[in-house]
C-alpha cells in the first residue's frame, strides 16, 4: 500500500499486519503499508491528540476497505487518490469514535500482547537469560588459561555465570561479586582450574555446571544461616512468593466483585432501551449518546471480567503448586542442617543436596516470573479501566435514580429461569442439552445471545444454559430469552451475519466476540452491510428547523424520481456498465457518469484490450429436405445440411427411411394407369 503522497498501491487487506512489518527489498507494498500506517498514527497523535496502538490502526483500515458503502476496490492498485480518500476515512472514523470506545480496543490489544501462559512466560525469560549466560559459557567450555595470569579472567566469568544463572542481582555490586567468589572457592579453588585442561569439551562443560549448581545451593544455604551478613541480595523467594500469589489473588478478586456490581448495574440500566418493543417511530428509537457510551461501558466490563476470571484462574492454579515447592525448598534445607551438626560427611554426600537445593531455586524463580508477569498485567487492566467506568457509575447511579429501577442481587442476576423451548417445525438450528463442562467462552460469539445482539445493536447479554444449546453448521449458539430460542432457529443464518454486522459497525465486539476471521473477511459481505438495516436504535444527532427567520438551505437531489420502471431502466444500464468496465484504472471513474449515452465502448480488438481475448469463429448450419417431390437419378428422399463455408457442397447427414425400389414402381404404375382409365 502507498502513502498519500502518491504512487500505486496493492490494496490487500488479508495479510496481517504482523506479516506486513517483514519488510524486504523487493517488497515495496509492504513498505508502503506500513509507512502509511505510521503517518495516520503520527496524524492522529500530533493534530487529534489521540495515540492508539499500530495494530488499532490496521484493524479500522481493514473495516474501512472492505465497507461496501465506502466503494473501494479490493485486490487491485489504488491510485493516489484513493489513497487519500481511505486516509480520510479511516481518520473520521477513529475520531468520530468515543473515547471508552477506544479504550476497549486499546485493552484489548494491550492485553493479547502481554499475556502469556506459564510456558511463554517462563521460555521468555529463559532465552534473555540465555543471551548473557552462553557466550559466557561458550568461552569457559572452549578454552582453558595456562598461566596462572589468566586464571583470574576465567574465574571472573564464572562468577559472571554464577550470579545471572541464580539471578543473584546485579553484577555491578561489589558484595555480590565478592561472595559468589567466596562460594566458588570453596567448592573448586583456582588451582583446580587445570584440571579441566584435560577433559572433553562435552565432560567439561558437565564439570562447570556441576561447579555453578553446587556453588548456587551454597549460597543459598548460607542465606538461611546468616541472612544479614551472607547472601544479602538474594531474594527469599520461599517466603515472599506466597505472600505475593496471595496479594495477587485478593487484587483480582476485587476487582471481579466490583466489576461484577458493574455488569449488574449496567446490564439493568441499558436492557430496556436497547430490547424493549418496536413499537416507536416505525421501530426506531432514539438513543442519546451517554446510553451508546453505556453499551460501550457494558462491553468493558464483560470485557475485564472475562479477563479477571483468566488470570485469577491461573494464580490460583499457580498457589497450589508454589505451597509444594516451598516446602520441598524447605525440606532441603533442613536436611542440609543436620548433615552440618554431624561431623565426617564427605562432599560427595553434602553437593548433590546442594545441587538438588539450586534446582528448587531455579523451580522458584520460574514461579515468580509467572506470578509477576500476570500481577503487572492485571494491575495494567485496571488502571486503563477505572477512568472511563467511575464516570459511566455516576450516570448509571443517576439514570436508576430517576427511572427508579431496582438492582437486582448477585443471586438473582445469575438465577437462569428454568424455561422450556417448544418444539417448532420450521426450525433450522436443532437444540442440544447444556451440559455443565461445556465452557460459554468456546461457544460462537463467546456465549452471547445472537438474537439481543442484533435486536439491541450491539447489547451484549449473558445467555440462559436452561434454554440449551443451537447447532447450525458446525456451529454452537446460545440464547438469553424464551424469544430469541423460538426466532433464532428458524432462519440463524441472518442473525449470524446481522450480528458480524454488527460487529464491524462497532469494533470493540470484534474481539470480545472472537469473530476476526469473520468480520475482516471480505467474501462475508451480505446485505446487512450493505443496507445496515440490522438495528433498530437511531442515535440522536443534530438537526435543523425550517422558520422564516432561520430557513433551512435546500438539498435537492436532480436524479431523483418516483417512476418505478425508469428507476429499472437505470438499474439495468448500470448493470450494462458494470460488466463492462475494463480491468484497469483508467476507466474506474466512468462509473460514476450520470447518464449512459455519455459512455462509449471501442470495438472489441486487440488493440483496445488490456487482457488479451481469443475468438473462435462457429460456422452455421442450416437443414433443408430434399427429393420429396419424386426420384430422379435413383436419389431417395434425403436432408442436406448447407454450411457459410462450402455452400455448394450438399452432403447428407441424417438419410430418412429408404422405400423398397419395387413398392415405389408398382405405386407408380398404379397411378397412371388409373389416370389413363384402365
Known amino acids: 500500500m502507498a502513502s498519500h503522497s502518491g504512487g500505486d498501491v496493492d490494496l490487500d487487506m488479508d495479510e496481517d499486519f504482523t506479516e506486513a512489518i517483514e519488510i524486504s527489498e523487493d517488497n515495496r507494498f509492504n513498505e508502503n503499508f506500513v509507512n502509511f500506517v505510521k503517518s495516520l498514527k503520527t496524524f492522529l497523535m500530533d493534530n487529534k491528540g489521540i495515540d492508539v496502538p499500530r495494530e488499532f490502526i490496521v484493524n479500522i483500515v481493514k473495516l474501512a476497505a472492505i465497507d461496501p458503502n465506502n466503494k473501494f476496490l479490493i485486490k487491485q492498485q489504488m491510485v493516489a487518490s ?83 544463572f541464580a539471578n543473584m542481582g546485579p553484577d555491578t555490586e561489589h558484595s555480590v561479586i ?80 466490583k466489576n461484577t456490581t458493574r455488569l449488574i448495574k449496567y446490564t439493568t440500566a441499558t436492557q430496556r432501551y436497547f430490547l424493549r418493543h418496536f413499537a416507536i417511530r416505525g421501530g426506531r428509537r432514539e438513543l442519546s449518546l451517554e446510553m451508546v457510551k453505556s453499551r460501550q461501558a457494558l462491553t468493558m466490563v ?20 508454589i505451597d509444594e515447592m516451598v516446602t520441598h525448598h524447605k525440606e532441603i534445607i533442613a536436611e542440609l542442617h543436620k548433615e552440618k551438626m554431624s561431623s565426617g560427611i564427605p562432599n560427595s554426600v553434602v553437593y548433590p543436596k546442594y545441587m538438588e537445593l539450586c534446582e528448587s531455586w531455579q523451580n522458584l524463580i520460574d514461579s515468580n516470573v509467572f506470578v509477576t508477569t500476570v500481577s503487572k498485567l492485571s494491575t495494567d487492566l485496571q488502571q486503563m479501566s477505572e477512568k472511563d467506568l467511575a464516570l459511566m457509575d455516576e450516570f448509571m447511579d443517576k439514570l436508576l435514580a430517576s427511572q427508579k429501577i431496582q438492582v437486582p442481587t448477585i443471586q438473582e442476576f445469575f438465577e437462569f429461569p428454568s424455561m422450556r423451548v417448544p418444539l417448532d417445525k420450521y426450525a433450522v438450528a436443532k437444540r442440544i442439552d447444556y451440559r455443565p463442562d461445556v465452557d460459554p467462552l468456546n461457544t460462537n460469539f463467546s456465549g452471547f445471545c445472537v438474537y439481543s445482539l442484533v435486536r439491541g445493536s450491539g447489547m451484549l447479554l449473558l445467555a440462559n444454559p436452561n434454554l440449551g444449546i443451537f447447532t447450525f453448521r458446525n456451529m454452537n449458539f446460545m440464547l438469553a430469552s424464551l424469544k430469541a430460542a423460538i426466532e433464532f432457529p428458524r432462519d440463524p443464518g441472518s442473525f449470524t451475519k446481522k450480528a458480524i454486522a454488527i460487529a464491524r459497525r462497532w469494533p470493540e465486539l470484534i474481539i470480545l466476540l472472537n469473530i476476526e476471521s469473520e468480520a475482516y473477511d471480505i467474501t462475508s459481505i451480505t446485505e446487512a452491510d450493505r443496507s445496515r438495516k440490522y438495528s433498530n436504535v437511531l442515535v440522536s444527532k443534530s438537526s435543523g428547523t425550517q422558520s422564516e427567520l432561520h430557513p433551512v438551505p435546500t438539498n435537492l437531489v436532480e436524479a431523483y424520481t418516483w417512476n418505478e420502471w425508469e428507476l429499472r431502466r437505470r438499474g439495468i444500464i448500470l448493470s450494462k456498465i458494470h460488466k463492462c468496465r475494463t480491468h484497469g484504472t483508467q476507466t474506474h471513474w466512468q462509473a460514476l457518469k450520470k447518464t449512459a449515452e455519455s459512455q462509449t465502448y471501442s470495438k472489441k480488438s486487440q488493440e483496445a484490450q488490456t487482457m488479451r481475448s481469443v475468438h473462435t469463429a462457429v460456422p452455421r448450419s442450416k437443414f433443408y429436405f430434399a427429393g420429396l417431390r419424386g426420384y430422379h437419378c435413383g436419389m431417395s428422399p434425403h436432408i442436406v445440411e448447407l454450411t457459410s463455408e462450402n455452400p455448394e457442397d450438399l452432403h447428407c447427414v441424417c438419410e430418412t427411411k429408404q422405400m423398397e425400389l419395387d413398392d415405389l414402381v408398382e405405386a407408380g404404375k398404379h397411378k397412371k394407369n388409373k389416370s389413363i382409365g384402365i
Do not use: C, W
Not at 120 to 141: G, H
Not at 302 to 316: D, F, P, S, V
Open 302 to 321: 464483560h470485557q475485564l471480567l472475562i479477563y479477571i476470571k483468566e488470570l485469577l484462574h491461573e494464580l490460583e492454579k499457580e498457589n497450589n503448586g
Open 82 to 164: 484513493e489513497m487519500d480518500r481511505l486516509r480520510k476515512i479511516v481518520i473520521e472514523k477513529i475520531v468520530g469514535m468515543t473515547e471508552i470506545s477506544r479504550n476497549v480496543i486499546r485493552i484489548q490489544l494491550y492485553y493479547r500482547e502481554k499475556y502469556m501462559t506459564r510456558d511463554e512466560a517462563i521460555s521468555a525469560y529463559r532465552e534473555a537469560l540465555d543471551e548473557k549466560v552462553i557466550p559466557l559459557m561458550t568461552e569457559l567450555r572452549a578454552s582453558v588459561p595456562r598461566h596462572l595470569s589468566h586464571y583470574e579472567l576465567y574465574y571472573a566469568k564464572m562468577i559472571g555465570v554464577t550470579i545471572y
Open 178 to 257: 565478592k561472595e559468589t567468589q567466596a562460594a566458588i572457592e570453596q567448592v573448586f579453588q583456582k588451582d583446580d582450574i587445570s584440571l579441566l585442561s584435560s577433559m572433553t569439551l562435552k565432560d567439561r562443560e558437565t564439570e562447570l555446571m556441576h561447579i555453578i549448581s553446587v556453588t548456587v545451593g551454597l549460597r543459598l544455604f548460607k542465606k538461611e544461616e546468616s541472612h544479614h551478613h551472607y547472601g544479602e541480595f538474594i531474594e527469599d523467594l520461599a517466603r515472599n512468593l506466597p505472600v505475593r500469589v496471595r496479594s495477587g489473588i485478593k487484587q483480582l478478586n476485587q476487582m471481579n466483585v
